[in-house]
């Protein structure tokens, strides 16, 4: 089956542009997860779509960050205006359900000088 | 809030060793635990999936366990190779929430 489609995969922006990553997940899933991964760290949830509704945002800077999963498939994560400490990698994840496992894409590297 | 920790946080062994990483959690309502491998510049590939009924499950030369009582796993790596090195990290899913947490990682370099 096809993995989990993430891009670009390397983005370089300045502080205060906007940015905008695009995540395609595994057919089927209906669940899809963004997380950030600063260097040296383990990712960190942002947020969990249901279909294309959404189940958990708490951690999610909603002042700049902001996410969409329009139809229940594909998603985007924006960030706007981007700060140095956005800097990071943008991890999409798909699962069938909780009891699953979880699926990874690539990434997109980002970062803001 | 669940907290996962993973010890040691860096290991470099000879080739051929045996392996033994540890992953510690807080909160023993989890639904499954997961051990993923990163290499660097890349993504997470998943290597061993527990769920919360189970107690251990092996693919090849890996092992992984879970002890919820004590609030542990571990990941055993038999006869370790140079393609082996990258970073391993243990991620929980539970306590009502479906989303992954994950440990800081555990860098593994093998030497040939």
């Known amino acids: 089956e096809a993995g989990v489609a993430q891009s670009p995969r390397y983005k370089i922006i300045e502080k205060r542009q906007s940015v905008a990553f695009w995540c395609n997940p595994i057919?089927?899933?209906?669940?899809l997860y963004w997380y950030q991964q600063i260097l040296g760290q383990g990712p960190k949830l942002l947020i969990q779509?249901?279909?294309?509704?959404?189940?958990?945002d708490s951690q999610l800077p909603k002042d700049r960050f902001s996410a969409e999963r329009l139809k229940g498939v594909d998603s985007t994560l924006k960030i706007q205006p981007a700060k140095l400490e956005d800097s990071a990698v943008y991890l999409c994840?798909?699962?069938?359900?909780?009891?699953?496992?979880?699926?990874f894409g690539s990434g997109t590297r980002l970062t803001v000088v | 809030k669940q907290e996962v920790t993973q010890i040691p946080a860096a290991l470099s062994v000879p080739e051929g060793e045996n392996l033994v990483l540890n992953c510690s959690f807080t909160?023993?309502?989890?639904?499954?635990l997961q051990w993923f491998r990163q290499d660097p510049g890349k993504g997470l590939t998943s290597l061993l999936l527990?769920?919360?009924?189970?107690r251990e499950q092996t693919s090849g030369r890996l092992n992984a366990s879970l002890d919820k009582s004590s609030g542990r796993s571990t990941l055993y790596i038999a006869a370790s190779q140079p393609g082996d090195s990258a970073t391993y990290l243990c991620?929980?899913?539970?306590?009502?929430?479906?989303?992954?947490?994950f440990g800081k990682g555990t860098h593994l370099i093998i030497q040939p």
């Open positions: 994840a798909s699962s069938l359900n909780s009891r699953g496992g979880y699926t």
């Open positions: 057919s089927g899933h209906a669940t």
């Open positions: 779509f249901q279909n294309n509704g959404v189940v958990d």
């Open positions: 909160d023993s309502a989890i639904y499954n």
């Open positions: 527990i769920q919360s009924s189970q």
């Open positions: 991620a929980f899913s539970g306590g009502g929430a479906d989303g992954l947490t």
